[in-house]
């Protein structure tokens, strides 16, 4: 069974930077787009930026420039670098495998990690 964890959330003020981390098990790291999605407060969950097993990426609007999807095939993990917080980045981050067609990242349901909260203080 897979099993995603995530790590490297926290506190952080305005303008800071954080690393997120997504350790994956088993073979799907090496054949699915993996994905980072988030969960502001009173919201629902969201796409933020996905990336391909050759190494597309795709990021929701409001990150772009700001942040970068990246993944090491030799450990399994998956990474979201975050620059320039902001308090609107606020919530909990969950990494995600799933399927990809020309443009479209579709999340499997039974490959979620438990989360990660991030905290922009303004």
């Known amino acids: 069974q897979v099993q995603l964890v995530e790590s490297g959330g926290g506190l952080v003020q305005a303008g800071g930077s954080l690393r997120l981390s997504c350790a994956s098990s088993?073979?799907?790291?090496?054949?699915?787009?993996m994905a980072w999605y988030r969960r502001a407060p009173g919201k629902q969950r969201g796409l933020v930026a996905f990336i391909t097993p050759r190494g597309r990426t795709e990021y929701l609007d409001s990150v772009k420039g700001r942040f970068t999807i990246s993944r090491d095939s030799a450990k399994n993990t998956v990474y979201l670098q975050m620059n320039s917080l902001k308090p609107e980045d606020t919530a909990v981050y969950y990494c995600?495998?799933?399927?990809?067609?020309?443009?479209?990242?579709?999340?499997?349901?039974?490959?979620w990690g438990q989360g990660t909260q991030v905290t922009v203080s303004s």
């Open positions: 995600n495998a799933g399927l990809y067609d020309s443009s479209n990242y579709y999340p499997l349901d039974d490959y």
């Open positions: 088993g073979a799907i790291f090496n054949s699915n787009p």
